[in-house]
């Protein structure tokens, strides 16, 4: 992943400066003057809040004025895209919702829409789905027929309910099915950009609503072609994880009869940043053939000395009656910015077609070699 000063550094607000100077040429920019000098402790997200405020600052008015400032921008600026429009975008919805008017929210819309390919709006809609959830679906739903992939990309993708960097939209959490004709478009949609968003914004609705997930997978499959497939399964990621059973069952993972001999570890001690090995033998000792989807699960210790299992791939076979396989991997524990580890007991566990198998213990240690 890029750096902060990657993305919206320097050059960006540089580079969002002279679009605005062009656009507004008799605007006083001190605020956007000023924010090289204060963007460089910032994370990326709160880079795109300070240019934000900085333009709201810079073009004061109504929204219209604003909304004008804007087109004038992409329309002249050569250099009006990439991240330095995720301000702007969450500029035209603050300040279309700070108006409280329809013709600034339907017009905020249509301008996120706009610039959405310069740029994905997905993190600025947010502000207006919130503000009136209805009025917004209601424009969304229209989206999902328009030409511009990158527009039904959005559609999905900026009323996730989990989506990643955004703030959650409280009214698409209590109402679990408002979304689900929007998928219901997009499943067959004729590019992968916006079919792989579908899947991620089903395995959203997962973690709250498994039973709508499913449901809404069933019909796919049943009235679909090949890629629903592939869409159903990396919607179902999750569910298929925590051994959902009627998950596994959709996807061909029937409960089967399989003997599992380990998971057997190289070491029984792991030093901090070093990797455990393990592997296991797995039988297939009913008499039909056995198409299993085989997970393991990392037990980490957390500071008050229990565990937390965290689920990971490993492997899809199908095994026909007596036939064995031997599974294999190495698990690393490099530190890493998203996962704090502490000394101690720590297990590894199979999980097969939703069953787990006995943990293997082992020690991470905070210092030292097994």
Known sequence: MPSADELI???????????????????????????PRRITPLSLRERADLLRDALLADLPGDY???????????????????????????????????????????????????????????????????HDLDRALDIISDWTGSADAHVRRLASEGTRPYLPWAVRVPGIQARPGATVPILDALHRDESDYVRRS????????????????????????????????????????????????????LLGFAPARVEVDGPRLDHTTIPLGGSVHFSASIRNTGDTEARLTIDYIVHHRKANGGQTGKTFKLTTRTLAPGERIQVTREHSFRPITTRRYYP???????????????????????????
């Open 198 to 249: 579908v899947a991620n914004h089903l395995n959203d609705l997962s973690r709250d609503h498994p039973d709508l997930v499913v449901g809404t997978a069933r019909r796919w499959l049943d009235d679909s072609d090949a890629a629903a497939g592939r869409l159903v399964r990396h919607g179902l990621r999750t569910l298929v994880k925590r051994g959902h059973p009627t998950a596994l069952d």
């Open 64 to 130: 219209a004025t604003l909304a004008r400032t804007v087109r004038a921008a992409r329309d002249n600026a050569a250099d009006f895209t990439g991240w330095l429009i995720w301000p702007v975008t969450s500029a035209i919805a603050t300040r279309a919702v700070q108006e409280d008017t329809t013709a600034a929210f339907d017009d905020a819309m249509a301008l996120l829409a706009e610039l959405t390919g310069r740029l994905t709006s997905e993190f600025a809609i947010r502000t207006l789905l919130r």
């Open 344 to 370: 101690g007991t720590h297990a590894i566990s199979l999980q097969i077609n939703g069953i787990e198998s006995a943990r293997a213990d082992f020690v991470l240690a905070g210092t030292g070699t097994p």
């Open 9 to 35: 550094g320097r050059h960006a607000v540089e580079s969002l400066l002279s679009a605005v100077e062009i656009a507004a040429p008799d605007a006083d920019l001190g605020s956007l003057r000023a924010a």
